[in-house]
């Protein structure tokens, strides 16, 4: 019963690609995010949604699009893919926005550009 | 702004011994503070969450932490160490709605 899904774990691929990750949580949560870990661990959001709904883009290139076809979705695409785009990317939820709630995260998706 | 900073990126520890890890934060908005846990190649899994309920909150694994807010800060502690706690650990405060940010994280080791 894995509350927080993501595919694929493993993206090796070239540079100028384009490629999509995908996420999916069954917790009947309201918020998603999407999160990128550098090399050094650090976590820097992304995006956030509310109910399929874009509230923060926090300046991320816009070769980046996520897209959420409902709440329990939210998926990452990217275009022309660059070598600083290697990282971990984590796809989180929470019950709503407000600040009590835990995230829950996904088991992350490591892209590789090569 | 809302800062985390966690004062030490390793720390080692002989198995058995006690664990500390710091956190301090700056935030006029944060409500909450988390601790999250990350082993190698997983996502993060949460720890224990401070909601202003109770100043010294439990969490899993035997870990504790407590807020001290004329301090600013929220530490976390744990008895006695085990070699399965080895892993990264994020200090974490709410920066507004819909909107977190993380402490650069603390190794730790365990050593036997």
């Known amino acids: 019963d894995t509350a927080v899904s993501q595919t694929p774990k493993y993206l090796v691929t070239q540079m100028g690609n384009d490629k999509s990750i995908k996420c999916e949580q069954n917790?009947?949560?309201?918020?998603m995010y999407w999160y990128k870990q550098d090399s050094k661990k650090f976590l820097k959001i992304m995006f956030s949604?509310?109910?399929?709904?874009?509230?923060i883009n926090e300046t991320v290139p816009n070769r980046f699009s996520p897209k959420s076809p409902d709440k329990a979705h939210l998926n990452l695409h990217i275009n022309s893919l660059e070598l600083g785009d290697s990282a971990v990317y984590f796809c989180?939820?929470?019950?709503?926005?407000?600040?009590?709630?835990?995230?829950?995260f996904g088991p992350g998706t490591r892209l590789t550009v090569t | 702004a809302q800062s985390v900073t966690q004062l030490d990126s390793h720390v080692s520890v002989s198995e058995g011994t006690p664990v500390l890890l710091r956190c301090n934060y700056s935030?006029?908005?944060?409500?909450?503070l988390f601790w999250y846990v990350q082993h190698p190649n997983k996502g993060l899994q949460l720890l224990l969450k401070?909601?202003?309920?109770?100043?010294l909150v439990k969490g899993i694994n035997g870990f504790e932490a407590e807020f001290k807010k004329s301090e600013t800060s929220f530490h976390l502690t744990k008895p006695s160490a085990h070699m399965s706690d080895a892993a990264e650990y994020f200090c974490?405060?709410?920066?507004?709605?819909?909107?977190?940010?993380f402490g650069t994280g603390t190794r730790l080791k365990v050593l036997a």
């Open positions: 989180a939820s929470s019950q709503d926005g407000t600040a009590i709630w835990e995230q829950y």
């Open positions: 917790l009947g949560h309201d918020t």
């Open positions: 949604y509310n109910n399929k709904e874009l509230i």
């Open positions: 935030s006029s908005y944060s409500p909450s």
């Open positions: 401070y909601t202003s309920a109770a100043t």
């Open positions: 974490v405060a709410p920066s507004g709605t819909y909107k977190y940010i």
